[in-house]
């Protein structure tokens, strides 16, 4: 099981992005999926989670700007990322909590992140 991100890159201040994720390998189901930040020298936190049936939940700082959406059938999550901010800078992780075939549980499963550079 894995958890793959792409959609990071470069962009100007005001700009957007998508960012997506994927589970692969032996997947059976996937619940809470998210998206959390990590700035050089801060903390990780939390962007914005969804819930299997649509529910969500956002950060502050990203209402209004972040949408994050899935597709239960593709074990997917993505985040809209508009009118990003030079603050909004930071490795983005994909996370997920998915049961496989055999019937192991892996809450908090991580991707390895995809960098997002805004520039001012």
């Known amino acids: 099981v894995q958890l793959v991100e792409s959609g990071g890159g470069l962009v100007q201040a005001g700009g957007s992005l998508r960012l997506s994720c994927t589970a692969s390998g032996s997947v059976f189901g996937v619940n809470v999926m998210g998206w959390y930040r990590q700035a050089p020298e801060k903390q990780r936190e939390l962007v914005a989670t969804?819930?299997?049936?649509?529910?969500?939940n956002y950060a502050d700082s990203v209402k209004d700007r972040f949408t994050i959406s899935r597709d239960n059938a593709k074990h997917s999550v993505f985040l809209q990322m508009n009118s990003l901010k030079f603050e909004d800078t930071a490795v983005y992780h994909c996370?997920?909590?998915?049961?496989?075939?055999?019937?192991?549980?892996?809450?908090?499963?991580w991707g390895q992140g995809t960098q997002v550079t805004v520039s001012s």
């Open positions: 996370n997920a909590d998915i049961t496989d075939y055999s019937g192991t549980y892996y809450p908090d499963f």
């Open positions: 969804i819930g299997r049936s649509g529910e969500t």
